[in-house]
Protein backbone atom coordinates (compact mmCIF):
# COMPACT_ATOMS: atom_id res chain seq x y z
CA UNK A 1 0.00 0.00 0.00
CA UNK A 2 2.80 2.30 1.03
CA UNK A 3 3.70 2.33 -2.67
CA UNK A 4 1.14 3.00 -4.07
CA UNK A 5 0.61 6.28 -1.97
CA UNK A 6 3.56 7.32 -3.17
CA UNK A 7 2.58 7.13 -6.60
CA UNK A 8 -0.20 8.43 -6.28
CA UNK A 9 0.78 11.50 -4.27
CA UNK A 10 3.43 12.66 -7.29
CA UNK A 11 -0.06 13.02 -9.58
CA UNK A 12 -0.23 12.97 -13.17
CA UNK A 13 2.94 12.75 -15.75
CA UNK A 14 5.24 15.04 -16.99
CA UNK A 15 4.93 17.48 -13.78
CA UNK A 16 7.18 20.11 -15.53
CA UNK A 17 5.21 20.71 -18.18
CA UNK A 18 2.24 21.45 -16.52
CA UNK A 19 1.54 25.89 -15.41
CA UNK A 20 2.77 27.53 -12.46
CA UNK A 21 0.27 27.60 -9.60
CA UNK A 22 -1.53 30.98 -9.32
CA UNK A 23 -1.03 32.72 -6.89
CA UNK A 24 -3.47 35.04 -5.49
CA UNK A 25 -1.99 37.95 -3.84
CA UNK A 26 -3.08 39.11 -0.04
CA UNK A 27 -1.94 42.13 1.64
CA UNK A 28 -2.61 40.49 4.97
CA UNK A 29 0.66 38.62 5.92
CA UNK A 30 -1.31 36.56 8.45
CA UNK A 31 -1.14 33.11 6.74
CA UNK A 32 -3.87 31.50 8.90
CA UNK A 33 -6.32 34.92 8.46
CA UNK A 34 -6.39 34.95 4.77
CA UNK A 35 -6.90 31.10 4.84
CA UNK A 36 -9.91 31.64 7.23
CA UNK A 37 -11.07 34.84 5.33
CA UNK A 38 -10.94 33.19 2.05
CA UNK A 39 -12.95 30.36 3.38
CA UNK A 40 -15.43 32.75 4.09
CA UNK A 41 -15.44 34.74 0.94
CA UNK A 42 -15.75 31.70 -1.04
CA UNK A 43 -18.73 30.41 0.78
CA UNK A 44 -20.84 33.53 0.64
CA UNK A 45 -19.67 34.19 -3.13
CA UNK A 46 -21.15 30.76 -4.26
CA UNK A 47 -24.28 31.64 -2.50
CA UNK A 48 -24.33 34.97 -4.07
CA UNK A 49 -23.26 33.87 -7.29
CA UNK A 50 -26.03 30.71 -7.67
CA UNK A 51 -28.63 33.64 -7.31
CA UNK A 52 -27.35 36.48 -9.05
CA UNK A 53 -24.98 35.52 -11.59
CA UNK A 54 -21.55 35.75 -11.96
CA UNK A 55 -21.75 39.04 -14.05
CA UNK A 56 -24.18 40.49 -11.96
CA UNK A 57 -22.37 39.60 -8.90
CA UNK A 58 -20.29 42.70 -7.60
CA UNK A 59 -17.30 42.53 -4.83
CA UNK A 60 -19.22 44.82 -2.61
CA UNK A 61 -22.44 42.03 -2.82
CA UNK A 62 -19.79 39.55 -1.64
CA UNK A 63 -18.89 41.60 1.19
CA UNK A 64 -22.10 41.86 2.50
CA UNK A 65 -23.34 38.28 2.20
CA UNK A 66 -19.69 37.23 3.80
CA UNK A 67 -20.08 40.27 6.65
CA UNK A 68 -17.09 42.09 5.17
CA UNK A 69 -16.62 46.04 4.06
CA UNK A 70 -14.99 46.20 0.22
CA UNK A 71 -11.72 47.11 1.69
CA UNK A 72 -11.50 44.25 3.91
CA UNK A 73 -12.22 42.12 1.02
CA UNK A 74 -9.05 43.41 -0.47
CA UNK A 75 -6.82 42.16 2.16
CA UNK A 76 -7.26 38.95 0.97
CA UNK A 77 -7.94 38.91 -2.61
CA UNK A 78 -7.41 41.27 -5.60
CA UNK A 79 -10.58 40.66 -7.43
CA UNK A 80 -14.09 39.05 -7.95
CA UNK A 81 -11.63 36.64 -10.09
CA UNK A 82 -9.42 35.75 -7.30
CA UNK A 83 -12.62 34.29 -5.75
CA UNK A 84 -13.96 32.88 -8.81
CA UNK A 85 -10.16 30.98 -8.98
CA UNK A 86 -10.68 30.00 -5.61
CA UNK A 87 -13.98 28.70 -5.62
CA UNK A 88 -12.57 26.60 -8.54
CA UNK A 89 -9.39 25.33 -7.03
CA UNK A 90 -10.94 24.45 -3.53
CA UNK A 91 -13.34 21.76 -5.40
CA UNK A 92 -10.31 20.30 -7.02
CA UNK A 93 -8.54 20.55 -4.30
CA UNK A 94 -11.21 18.84 -2.15
CA UNK A 95 -11.39 16.13 -4.42
CA UNK A 96 -7.60 14.94 -3.99
CA UNK A 97 -7.69 15.17 -0.62
CA UNK A 98 -10.96 13.16 -0.19
CA UNK A 99 -9.35 10.46 -2.91
CA UNK A 100 -6.38 10.36 -0.35
CA UNK A 101 -7.83 9.92 3.31
CA UNK A 102 -10.29 7.35 1.51
CA UNK A 103 -6.83 5.22 0.09
CA UNK A 104 -5.71 5.48 3.55
CA UNK A 105 -7.48 2.74 4.58
CA UNK A 106 -7.90 0.66 1.93
CA UNK A 107 -4.98 -2.46 1.42
CA UNK A 108 -7.30 -4.26 -0.81
CA UNK A 109 -7.15 -3.05 -4.61
CA UNK A 110 -10.85 -3.71 -5.08
CA UNK A 111 -12.04 -1.65 -1.67
CA UNK A 112 -9.44 0.43 -2.99
CA UNK A 113 -10.98 1.60 -6.26
CA UNK A 114 -14.39 1.23 -5.22
CA UNK A 115 -13.32 3.48 -1.54
CA UNK A 116 -11.72 6.39 -4.18
CA UNK A 117 -14.69 6.41 -6.36
CA UNK A 118 -17.43 6.71 -3.38
CA UNK A 119 -15.01 9.88 -2.21
CA UNK A 120 -15.54 11.82 -5.20
CA UNK A 121 -19.15 11.18 -5.06
CA UNK A 122 -19.71 12.39 -2.19
CA UNK A 123 -17.95 15.29 -2.51
CA UNK A 124 -20.06 15.75 -5.48
CA UNK A 125 -23.23 15.87 -3.26
CA UNK A 126 -21.69 17.59 -0.34
CA UNK A 127 -20.15 20.64 -2.65
CA UNK A 128 -23.33 20.26 -5.39
CA UNK A 129 -23.40 24.41 -5.08
CA UNK A 130 -19.47 24.88 -5.81
CA UNK A 131 -19.54 22.02 -8.75
CA UNK A 132 -22.32 23.44 -10.39
CA UNK A 133 -21.02 26.94 -10.61
CA UNK A 134 -17.47 25.35 -11.15
CA UNK A 135 -18.72 24.19 -14.62
CA UNK A 136 -20.94 26.84 -15.61
CA UNK A 137 -18.07 29.87 -14.97
CA UNK A 138 -15.08 28.63 -15.22
CA UNK A 139 -15.03 29.61 -18.46
CA UNK A 140 -14.97 33.17 -17.29
CA UNK A 141 -11.77 32.87 -15.64
CA UNK A 142 -8.91 34.62 -17.30
CA UNK A 143 -6.27 32.12 -19.62
CA UNK A 144 -4.04 31.32 -16.67
CA UNK A 145 -5.95 30.84 -14.22
CA UNK A 146 -8.26 27.99 -16.66
CA UNK A 147 -4.34 26.02 -17.52
CA UNK A 148 -3.51 26.14 -14.03
CA UNK A 149 -7.37 24.57 -12.87
CA UNK A 150 -6.98 22.26 -16.32
CA UNK A 151 -3.52 21.14 -15.33
CA UNK A 152 -4.63 20.53 -12.10
CA UNK A 153 -7.83 18.71 -12.73
CA UNK A 154 -5.68 16.67 -15.37
CA UNK A 155 -3.20 15.45 -11.73
CA UNK A 156 -6.40 14.69 -10.25
CA UNK A 157 -7.43 12.13 -13.47
CA UNK A 158 -3.47 10.99 -13.58
CA UNK A 159 -4.08 9.81 -9.27
CA UNK A 160 -7.18 7.94 -10.32
CA UNK A 161 -5.03 6.55 -13.38
CA UNK A 162 -2.33 5.19 -11.03
CA UNK A 163 -5.15 3.70 -8.68
CA UNK A 164 -6.83 2.09 -11.69
CA UNK A 165 -3.39 0.80 -13.28
CA UNK A 166 -2.26 -0.33 -9.78
CA UNK A 167 -5.45 -1.75 -8.97
CA UNK A 168 -5.46 -3.86 -11.83
CA UNK A 169 -2.04 -5.16 -11.78
CA UNK A 170 -2.36 -6.44 -8.22
CA UNK A 171 -5.10 -8.07 -9.59
CA UNK A 172 -3.77 -9.92 -13.00
CA UNK A 173 -6.13 -7.89 -15.05
CA UNK A 174 -6.35 -5.82 -18.07
CA UNK A 175 -7.26 -2.07 -17.91
CA UNK A 176 -6.38 -0.63 -21.71
CA UNK A 177 -6.54 2.46 -22.13
CA UNK A 178 -6.05 3.61 -18.06
CA UNK A 179 -6.27 7.21 -19.28
CA UNK A 180 -9.87 7.11 -20.76
CA UNK A 181 -11.33 4.53 -17.54
CA UNK A 182 -9.56 7.28 -15.45
CA UNK A 183 -11.32 10.53 -16.68
CA UNK A 184 -14.35 8.12 -17.42
CA UNK A 185 -14.47 7.60 -13.48
CA UNK A 186 -13.49 11.26 -12.49
CA UNK A 187 -16.43 12.43 -14.65
CA UNK A 188 -19.12 10.09 -14.33
CA UNK A 189 -19.77 11.15 -10.60
CA UNK A 190 -20.85 14.59 -12.03
CA UNK A 191 -24.21 13.64 -13.22
CA UNK A 192 -25.50 13.98 -9.42
CA UNK A 193 -24.72 17.49 -9.56
CA UNK A 194 -25.77 18.43 -13.52
CA UNK A 195 -28.77 15.89 -13.63
CA UNK A 196 -29.80 16.60 -9.83
CA UNK A 197 -32.95 18.42 -11.16
CA UNK A 198 -33.90 14.65 -12.86
CA UNK A 199 -32.28 12.41 -10.21
CA UNK A 200 -33.68 14.34 -6.66
CA UNK A 201 -36.82 13.75 -7.22
CA UNK A 202 -36.82 10.08 -7.25
CA UNK A 203 -33.99 8.61 -4.94
CA UNK A 204 -32.66 9.66 -2.35
CA UNK A 205 -28.60 11.30 -2.44
CA UNK A 206 -27.49 7.60 -0.79
CA UNK A 207 -28.43 5.62 -3.10
CA UNK A 208 -27.19 7.38 -5.94
CA UNK A 209 -24.15 7.24 -4.24
CA UNK A 210 -24.24 3.44 -4.08
CA UNK A 211 -25.78 2.92 -7.41
CA UNK A 212 -23.28 5.24 -9.20
CA UNK A 213 -20.47 3.55 -7.33
CA UNK A 214 -21.19 0.16 -8.00
CA UNK A 215 -22.00 0.99 -12.03
CA UNK A 216 -18.55 2.46 -12.13
CA UNK A 217 -16.83 -0.12 -10.13
CA UNK A 218 -18.47 -2.77 -11.86
CA UNK A 219 -18.01 -1.42 -15.32
CA UNK A 220 -14.18 -1.44 -15.13
CA UNK A 221 -14.15 -5.06 -13.44
CA UNK A 222 -13.26 -4.43 -9.97
CA UNK A 223 -16.39 -5.84 -8.51
Excluded at 2 to 26: F, L, T, Y
Excluded at 207 to 220: A, D, S
Amino acid sequence: MAEVKVKVASGAKEAAARPRARQVKAASKDADLVREKRGQLVAAAVRVFKEKGFHDTSVRDIGREAGMTQGTIYNYVGSKDDILYLVCDQIVSEYQEETRKALDNSADPRTRVRSAVRAICEVMVKHQDEVLLTYQDSHLLDARSRRVIFARVEEFVGMFETILTEAARELGRPLPDPHFAANAITFFPTMLVLRRWSLKARHRQSELIEWLVEFLVRGLGFE
